[in-house]
């Protein structure tokens, strides 16, 4: 069975920084496009950062650009989310998916259960 499992979320200061990982099981997402998404309570579902399947072209949210960084690694099946220079506000709840590279959350597919990402002093 097809499945998404987030690791490396926590508690930071803000300033801080924090890596999620993304394992991938069941199948090869190699020719998936790859996003987070990332969700605060009472508010919409948001699209964070994806990476395509083939040319690994990128796009970003505004309020993350510059601050956070996606990447995979096809042979391992897993995608990345460097975050930097974390603020209060990026706290939620951060989502891996799989799917065609967009920043729309309905054209994934695949969706991991999630990790809680809190950035507080």
């Known amino acids: 069975q097809a499945q998404l499992v987030e690791s490396g979320g926590g508690l930071v200061q803000p300033g801080g920084s924090l890596r999620l990982s993304c394992a991938a099981s069941?199948?090869?997402?190699?020719?998936?496009?790859m996003g987070w998404f990332r969700q605060a309570p009472g508010k919409e579902r948001e699209f964070v950062a994806a990476i395509s399947w083939n040319v690994y072209i990128k796009t970003y949210a505004d309020s993350v650009k510059g601050r956070f960084t996606i990447s995979r690694d096809n042979a391992k099946n897993t995608v990345r989310l460097q975050m930097n220079s974390l603020k209060p506000e990026d706290t939620a709840v951060y989502y891996c998916?799989?799917?065609?590279?967009?920043?729309?959350?309905?054209?994934?597919?695949?969706w991991g259960q999630g990790t809680q990402v809190t950035v507080s002093s």
């Open positions: 998916a799989a799917g065609r590279y967009s920043e729309k959350s309905d054209e994934y597919d695949y």
């Open positions: 069941g199948r090869t997402f190699s020719r998936y496009a």
